[in-house]
């Protein structure tokens, strides 16, 4: 009996799949002929009506999920919505959107098609809908998979910028939602024919199964942000930003500060700042409780850990801390195994190391970022720009963050980053972008070339290695004295002799373009 009903479950997973996809591809069909000035209503729409929202969804995800905090996670949907609306109001993602007179191309936007947009359970709301509005932004349907943990905040949140794109005039079908996700649920997504491209946001294995899909994928890679503060630094501000960093929304995000990395001459006071705006700093003893809870013997985080608050993680690991503690701080002095603390942690615990100069906290932050962080996020707090340069050039990372909050500074809350939710790690990470996911890398751009020169032209100009050089004008005609005929030679009697190089090039180049040229 139990066989048959999972056997009917898995064949209603795929048949949802299939209906959604199918109605997301006839939807795209006319998104694609909608004009700028439509989807940028469609969009605004949708964007209102997200912000308009932020507390009520926000609301339901901690509800639902227990993980972060109602006000944190409010300020995340306004982020994903009225924020990030802000920044794309007049990007052009429709008909030509690059001239380039001087060379005589142009580049046209083409939607991509349908999108897979997976959605994780740490930021289920305000990912979604972010996810949505850069989709229809770059005229994409989009199918969204949540969590099955966020399932309900989830369907929600698209639910409610759905409603709001269709009576501004997007076509039904655009946006929708899987109502029984699981694995089997999105796998099947991420493989259907009609899908053009996936957005994989969560841990590693969707990410890995959206790169194994066989479609064009954009995932994020794992993030684990060492956070140096250099002996120049403001050590209140540092330590201020900091603690109200890793504490927002309980670290769900996945750019927030891992570790902190300190120069020496500045350590007690850092500990005292850190202390003052609530920070904990862990005996060994207790340390090694929170870690034993914190991460599997794998290195894995805890389900149950995640995005819980510093009090509620003590008390789970059982040992008192003062009332207010906002994050947990554990004093460590290695990286890798023996040191849980030194892996990533989506919940308001920082490791803690102590240095001697910038070049010692350039070494460790580097062994940080390959344990399990190449490509995402790193931060620093200094004033000597030559040291900021320094870690700008050399750090495997591609958000490089400076005096500022590490969470909301990699996603573009307090940089001029672009403001997203999936954030691209290069090539060290396993992505296939460095930057913040937008709608920009949503479309096809198309080229429309005019011819240049003429193949004769093209033809000289390699001969005469100037292969850009625009045609120069004829020369005049020379009167060129004519020289008394030499009697010519039989083939028998000829001199023979190999053509030089520029002579076999020059000969081979002509053929080439004799040929082409009819």
């Known amino acids: 009996m139990s066989d048959s009903l999972e056997l009917d479950r898995d064949l209603k997973v795929v048949q949802e799949v299939r209906n959604l996809v199918r109605r997301a591809v006839k939807a795209q069909e006319i998104l694609e002929q909608m004009s700028q000035e439509q989807v940028d209503a469609i969009v605004a729409a949708m964007a209102q009506a997200g912000a308009r929202d932020a507390k009520r969804l926000a609301e339901l995800a901690v509800r639902e999920t227990e993980i972060g905090r109602v006000e944190d996670k409010v300020l995340k949907n306004l982020f994903a919505t009225k924020f990030l609306h802000e920044r ?24 991509m098609g349908v999108v897979a947009g ?26 969204i998979s949540p969590h099955p943990r966020s ?47 996936i957005i994989a946001t969560g841990g590693p294995g969707i990410v890995k199964a959206a790169y194994s899909s066989g479609k064009p994928a954009f995932g994020v890679g794992a993030g684990n942000c060492p956070c140096y503060i250099e002996k120049t630094a403001d050590v209140a501000a540092a330590a201020r930003k900091v603690v109200a960093s890793k504490s927002f929304d309980n670290s769900t995000i996945c750019a927030s500060e891992q570790s902190i990395i300190c120069d020496a001459a500045i350590k007690d006071a850092l500990k005292i700042e850190l202390e003052k705006q609530g920070g904990y700093f862990m005996k060994p003893e207790e340390r090694q409780k929170l870690e034993k809870i914190l991460l599997t013997p794998q290195h894995a985080m805890t389900a149950a850990t995640v995005g819980r608050t510093a009090e509620d993680l003590a008390g789970m690991a059982g040992f008192p801390v003062p009332k207010g503690t906002r994050v947990l701080i554990g004093p460590i002095d290695g990286v890798g195994e023996g040191y849980p603390l030194s892996h990533e942690k989506l919940s308001p615990v920082l490791a803690f190391y102590e240095v001697g100069d910038w070049r010692e906290a350039c070494a460790l932050s580097i062994r940080l970022l390959e344990l399990g962080g190449l490509g995402h996020t790193m931060s620093m707090h200094s004033t000597d720009e030559k040291v900021i340069m320094e870690f700008a050039l050399r750090k495997p990372a591609m958000r490089i963050l400076v005096n500022t909050a590490s969470s909301l500074g990699g996603v573009g809350g307090t ?104």
Request: charged share 25%; with cysteine.
């Open 118 to 143: 997976v959605v994780p359970t740490t930021n289920p709301t305000s990912t979604a809908m972010y996810k949505a509005i850069i989709s229809i932004k770059a005229r994409n349907a989009i199918v």
């Open 88 to 111: 794309i109001r007049d990007m052009k993602t429709v008909g030509v959107v690059s001239e380039d007179r001087e060379h005589g191309v142009y580049e046209i936007a083409a939607p």
């Open 415 to 518: 940089t001029g980053l672009f403001p997203a939710l999936t954030l691209g790690c290069g090539t060290g990470g396993g992505n296939i972008i460095s930057d913040n996911l937008g709608p920009q890398h949503l479309v096809n751009r198309k080229r429309l070339a005019y011819g240049q020169r003429e193949i004769e032209d093209l033809a000289k100009n390699l001969l005469a290695g100037t292969a850009f050089a625009s045609p120069a004008p004829a020369a005049p005609a020379r009167q060129v004295k004519e020289e008394p005929r030499k009697p010519e030679l039989s083939a028998a009697t000829a001199p023979r002799s190999e053509p030089d190089e520029e002579e076999l090039i020059r000969r081979i180049v002509n053929e080439v373009f004799k040929r082409i040229g009819g």
């Open 151 to 197: 399932r309900k905040c989830t369907m929600e949140a698209v639910e409610t910028v759905r409603k709001a794109a269709v009576a501004a005039g997007a076509p039904e079908g655009c946006i929708s939602c899987l109502e029984e996700p699981g694995i089997a649920a999105t796998n099947e997504l991420m493989k259907n024919d009609g899908v053009s491209v």
